[in-house]
């Protein structure tokens, strides 16, 4: 159970950011609930779009930079970082899209 020096120290926190924020009540309903399933998962949906979306950047700009080296006629000394980004590619847990 909270001592009511917790809660006077508390309410002092919520005021002090509200503040600095600038946001009137969203500190204090944010700080006194917490989310549910439904905004959960409306975050979740969110951030995987995000995901995909950044995933798709990466994989077409991966494209774009083999086809300007390709265009250069890049030689294979000059070809190693392509290498890197290959081996840092398949090494991550997350699958791209194609």
Excluded at 1 to 17: K, Q
Excluded at 74 to 80: A, G, H, L, S
């Amino acid at each position: 159970m909270s001592s009511p020096l917790d809660n006077r120290m508390r309410n002092i926190a919520r005021e002090e950011a509200t503040a600095l924020l600038g946001v009137p009540n969203g500190v204090e309903v944010a700080a006194g609930s917490a989310p549910s399933a439904e905004q959960l998962q409306e975050q979740i949906t969110d951030l995987h779009e995000h995901l995909h979306v950044a995933a798709t950047n990466v994989t077409r700009l991966e494209e774009r930079v083999e086809a300007l080296e390709k265009a250069a006629g890049v030689t294979d000394q000059e070809d190693r970082p392509a290498a890197r980004r290959a081996a840092r590619k398949t090494s991550g847990s997350t699958p791209t899209p194609e």
